[in-house]
């Protein structure tokens, strides 16, 4: 269950900064094609953004996924003995 709740805790992390990026990009792309007058690219928000940022609060998640679940493990094994 413990590999099953990183990933899950993992993926979803991810998943919601992917999201979050994306909007963020996605209005900053249209504030500056406003500000210039043309048209956005918006395959900029995905590529330039909002992937980066997904794959690098996955890795973050994945690592304090891991630490915590091991802290959660051993005060667990020292609260039964």
């Known amino acids: 269950m413990v590999p099953l709740r990183v990933l899950l805790v993992t993926f979803l992390l991810a998943l919601l ?3 979050v990026c994306l909007f963020l990009g996605i209005m900053g792309l ?9 048209h956005p690219n918006m395959t900029i ?8 940022a997904a794959l690098l609060a ?6 304090v996924a ?3 679940e091991i802290r959660h493990h051993r005060h667990e094994r020292m609260r039964l003995m």
Not at 30 to 38: P, S
Not at 45 to 52: D, G, K, M, N, Q
Not at 58 to 63: E, K, P, R, Y
């Open 17 to 19: 900064s992917f999201a």
């Open 30 to 38: 249209v504030i500056t094609a406003a500000l210039r007058g043309v």
């Open 45 to 52: 928000a995905y590529r330039e953004f909002a992937l980066p």
């Open 58 to 63: 996955g890795a973050a998640a994945l690592v």
């Open 66 to 68: 891991i630490v915590a």
